[in-house]
Each structure stands twice: as structure tokens, then as C-alpha cells.
């Protein structure tokens, strides 16, 4: 039993100042809260209060985030994020290469070369037919001349 009275005195001195401390705002915040309550009558209008506290709410939060310290932890947050997806896109990248898997860019580029030769072989066939064409009006021209 002597070494419970020490141990629950030891603790007593590191416990007692937090527990004060609590014990205190308790009181004080229930003490304010009757306050208002009693200078409340029976005629407030709770959507007004409710206003009134969303209205205090986004001030709040406005100011909380235009604080430096919370811009400067979103710029890190999205640094952060952009950094990771760089990161991931040349790990998968890396993997796709050594497992000779076409990566986007592979098609991309293969695409590419695939629509300029689409357009050539059709600016040749383009070129094709207008020979032709004057080919046959000169071989009908020619029977024409020759019946």
C-alpha cells in the first residue's frame, strides 16, 4: 500500500495541473453557455442564429485558410503530389520499357507516322487519277478521231 501512495502521488503532480486546467474551462464554458441561454427569450429565431454562426464559421475559415502557414502546407501538399506522380509515371514507364510494353507515347508517335503516310499514299492516289483522268480523255478523244 505504501508504494500505491507514492505512485499516485507522483502522478498526482504531473495529472493535477492538466486536470485543473480542464476543470476550469468546463465551468467556464458552462457558466457562458447559461449565460446566453438565459438572455435568450422565447422568441429568438434559430434560423437567424444559425445564419449568424455560419456567417462567423466562414470568416473564420476564410481567415484560416489566407494564413501563410496554411498556404505554405498546401504549396508543399500539391509539390508533394506532383512530385509522387512524376515519380509513378517514370517507375511505370521504367517497367514498361524493360518488359517491351508500348507505353502512350510509343502509340502516340506510331500514330503519328501512320496518319503521315496515310496522307501521302493519298496525295499519290490523288495524283494517280488526274493522270488518269487525262490519260482517258485523251484515249477518247483519240477513238472519237479515229471513228
Same mark, same amino acid.
Do not use: C
Given at each position: 500500500?505504501? &508504494?500505491?501512495?507514492?505512485?499516485?502521488?507522483?502522478?498526482?503532480?504531473?495529472?493535477?495541473?492538466?486536470?485543473?486546467?480542464?476543470?476550469?474551462?468546463? *465551468?467556464?464554458?458552462?457558466?457562458?453557455?447559461?449565460?446566453?441561454?438565459?438572455?435568450?427569450?422565447?422568441?429568438?429565431?434559430?434560423?437567424?442564429?444559425?445564419?449568424?454562426?455560419?456567417?462567423?464559421?466562414?470568416?473564420?475559415?476564410?481567415?484560416?485558410?489566407?494564413?501563410?502557414?496554411?498556404?505554405?502546407?498546401?504549396? #508543399?501538399?500539391?509539390?508533394?503530389?506532383?512530385?509522387?506522380?512524376?515519380? =509513378?509515371?517514370?517507375?511505370? *514507364?521504367?517497367?514498361?520499357? *524493360?518488359?517491351?510494353?508500348?507505353?502512350?507515347?510509343? &502509340?502516340?508517335?506510331?500514330?503519328?507516322?501512320? #496518319?503521315?503516310?496515310?496522307?501521302?499514299?493519298? =496525295?499519290?492516289?490523288?495524283?494517280?487519277?488526274?493522270?488518269?483522268?487525262? &490519260?482517258?480523255?485523251?484515249?477518247?478523244?483519240?477513238?472519237?478521231? *479515229?471513228?
Amino acid at each position: 500500500m505504501a &508504494i500505491e501512495s507514492k505512485t499516485n502521488s507522483a502522478f498526482e503532480g504531473v495529472f493535477q495541473p492538466i486536470t485543473a486546467f480542464w476543470s476550469d474551462y468546463a *465551468n467556464q464554458f458552462n457558466d457562458s453557455t447559461r449565460e446566453f441561454l438565459d438572455g435568450m427569450d422565447d422568441h429568438v429565431n434559430f434560423k437567424t442564429m444559425q445564419r449568424r454562426w455560419f456567417d462567423a464559421l466562414s470568416k473564420s475559415m476564410d481567415a484560416y485558410m489566407r494564413t501563410p502557414i496554411f498556404l505554405q502546407a498546401m504549396k #508543399h501538399n500539391s509539390d508533394a503530389a506532383v512530385k509522387l506522380k512524376r515519380q =509513378s509515371d517514370d517507375w511505370a *514507364n521504367e517497367v514498361a520499357r *524493360n518488359a517491351n510494353i508500348p507505353t502512350t507515347g510509343d &502509340i502516340s508517335g506510331l500514330f503519328e507516322r501512320l #496518319h503521315s503516310v496515310e496522307e501521302t499514299i493519298l =496525295s499519290r492516289l490523288g495524283s494517280i487519277e488526274e493522270r488518269l483522268g487525262t &490519260i482517258e480523255e485523251k484515249i477518247g478523244n483519240s477513238e472519237l478521231a *479515229n471513228a
